[in-house]
Structure formats: structure tokens, C-alpha cells
Nanobody, 122 residues
């Protein structure tokens, strides 16, 4: 089991930036794939970005060109840089980890963080 703790959410005006962080502890060898999801009220959960231990990344279309996922050298912290934020980016953002990319894509990762709220005002 991996414990994930997010931070960095908050209130920002449209066009602004935020950096979310996800600190991991526990069975770090099970973190081949780490990702960020978000869920807005009344909307389905969306996988926003994924990063592998090799640093390969994938993004949802809604995130491409504006969001960047990266992890530190010892790979126990993952960040999500949010730029050019829009009101529609308002959501709770969750960090997640799993051995399998498939489980992340399916929305069933083995480890979840508690979530951090991002609110973008117009």
C-alpha cells in the first residue's frame, strides 16, 4: 500500500497558475504509474495526467499544453503544474498510484490521495 498526500490547491483567477504536489510513502515499488484525476460536482472523474517511473507522460486533451506532470529524482513526490487555468478546471484533484497503467485508465488505482480543491474564478 502507498500513502499519498496532496497539497497546493486553492482559489485562483482565470489565467492563473497553481502547482499541486503529491507526497508518497509506503510501498514505493508499487508506484510504476502515478497520475492525477479530477472530479467536478456532477461530472465524472477524469484522468488528467499520468507519469511513469521513466518520466514518460500522457495527458487528457483538456490538459494538453496547459498542465505538466513531473516527479522528483527519488520519485516519491509528483507534481501537477496547472497553467492558464479556466473556470472549468474547478474540481477536486486527486493523486493516484498503481503498478499498472490499465488500472489508472480504468479509474481503479490501488492508492488514492485525499484530494485537494482547485477553484478558478472568472
Amino acid at each position: 500500500q502507498v500513502q499519498l498526500v496532496e497539497s497546493g490547491g486553492g482559489l485562483v483567477q482565470a489565467g492563473g497558475s497553481l502547482r499541486l504536489s503529491c507526497a508518497a510513502s509506503g510501498r514505493l515499488f508499487s508506484m510504476n504509474f502515478m497520475g492525477w484525476y479530477r472530479q467536478a460536482p456532477g461530472k465524472p472523474r477524469e484522468l488528467v495526467a499520468v507519469i511513469t517511473t521513466d518520466g514518460d507522460t500522457n495527458y487528457a486533451d483538456s490538459a494538453k499544453g496547459r498542465f505538466t506532470i513531473f516527479r522528483d529524482g527519488i520519485q516519491n513526490t509528483v507534481w501537477l503544474q496547472l497553467n492558464s487555468l479556466k473556470p472549468e478546471d474547478t474540481a477536486v484533484y486527486y493523486c493516484a498510484a498503481d503498478l499498472s497503467r490499465r488500472m489508472l485508465v480504468l479509474g481503479r488505482p490501488g492508492s488514492w490521495g485525499q484530494g485537494t480543491q482547485v477553484t478558478v474564478s472568472s
